[in-house]
Structures are given as structure tokens and as C-alpha cells.
């Protein structure tokens, strides 16, 4: 039986774990990352990590592209996620509407976690989400992919927004801490407007 790979996190990203799919074969984040006009996906660590040192683990984010994608998981394929907060979609974006539908089972069946998902696909999430509602415990993120045009408002069925700005934009109040130190992009309520200087 084919299960979902969950990677370690590095970085600010340290002490959390994420289920993560492929970014190089993602047809959305190719065109987003070869798009005119200078948005933050031009700049993807992500791409740019799995392109060179970080390429070994292509194949098991490859894995779970081809897992989470394909068909709905059974119970028996959902991991049992034992941490508090826990974070979708580290590399990579949503696929389709089957990939969407895998992450909210697997937060039905961990109730005891908190998840985040940050997603520039709000086309996805507006169809899956007409059909089914989104458990308490999965903090949905709209992912702003112009730099420097912070979107205060959150679209439809989104807990929150996330902005890169350059470094000297005002109004940053994600500057560098861990995330697990922080939590704000994991906590209902509170700050709803995240802002980040992109590097």
C-alpha cells in the first residue's frame, strides 16, 4: 500500500513537518514560475531548491504529487499526524480538486492537529469547497502572488492572506522567527494580514 511521504522542515520551517508534492511537475507552478511580470513565483525557492541542492527528494514529492492526485486516499492511507500544528504544501501547489480533497481528509482524521495550507488556487478551492465545508481545524492561506500589493481582504472560504514585499516595505509582521515560535499563520483569529519580505 502506497503511503503519503512527510517531510522534516529546515529553516524558519524547523520542528514542523509537511506533506509536500512536486513543484518542477506542477503545471500551475511552471507557468506561474515562467510568467511575465516579476511575481513571487518567479522567485520559487521551491524551483530553485529542487532544481539543485535539494534534488534528492524530488522523487518522494513526485510520490505524493502522483498519491494525491490520482484518488481519493483510503482511511487505512491517511498518516496519523501527532503534532499540534502541522502545515500543507511546504513545496509545491494544489494540484487539482482530488489533492484538495485528500489534504481536508486527512485534517477530518487528525482533529487533535491544527493545519495550515497556504494556495494561490482559489479556483479549486471555491469547487471543492460548494460541495463539502472545510473542518474547523484546516486554516486555509490565500497566497498574494504580487509582490508589494498587500490584499487585506480575504477571499471566499480563506482564513487568512499571505504578502511577500521587498525589503523595505511597511507593515511586515513576518520577520524572520520560526513559525513554530510564532504561530500565527496557524492560529484562528488574531493576525489575518501576514506580510514577509521576500529574500
Not at 141 to 170: A, G, M
Request: hydrophobic share 35%.
Amino acid at each position: 500500500m502506497q503511503t503519503v511521504q512527510i517531510s522534516k522542515m529546515t529553516g524558519k520551517l524547523q520542528g514542523l513537518h509537511s506533506i509536500s508534492t512536486n513543484t518542477l511537475t506542477n503545471q500551475f507552478c511552471i507557468k506561474q514560475n515562467n510568467a511575465d511580470g516579476g511575481g513571487i513565483c518567479t522567485k520559487c525557492y521551491s524551483v530553485s531548491m529542487l532544481s539543485t541542492f535539494r534534488k534528492s527528494a524530488a522523487p518522494a514529492l513526485q510520490r505524493n504529487s502522483d498519491l494525491l492526485a490520482r484518488e481519493l486516499l483510503t482511511d487505512r492511507q491517511v498518516p496519523f499526524i501527532n503534532a499540534s500544528i502541522f502545515r500543507f504544501s511546504a513545496h509545491g501547489e494544489l494540484i487539482n480538486e482530488i489533492h484538495l480533497q485528500n489534504l481536508i481528509r486527512i485534517a477530518e482524521l487528525n482533529q487533535g492537529c491544527t493545519f495550515a495550507l497556504w494556495t494561490k488556487r482559489k479556483d479549486i478551492v471555491n469547487k471543492v469547497l460548494a460541495r463539502q465545508s472545510k473542518p474547523a481545524n484546516l486554516i486555509l492561506i490565500f497566497s498574494n502572488s504580487v509582490i508589494d500589493k498587500v490584499i487585506n481582504k480575504k477571499p471566499l472560504h480563506f482564513d487568512k492572506t499571505f504578502n511577500n514585499v521587498s525589503k523595505h516595505h511597511e507593515g511586515q509582521n513576518c520577520t524572520g522567527q520560526r513559525c513554530i515560535d510564532c504561530r500565527a499563520c496557524y492560529t484562528h483569529g488574531g493576525t489575518d494580514t501576514i506580510i514577509e519580505a521576500f529574500k
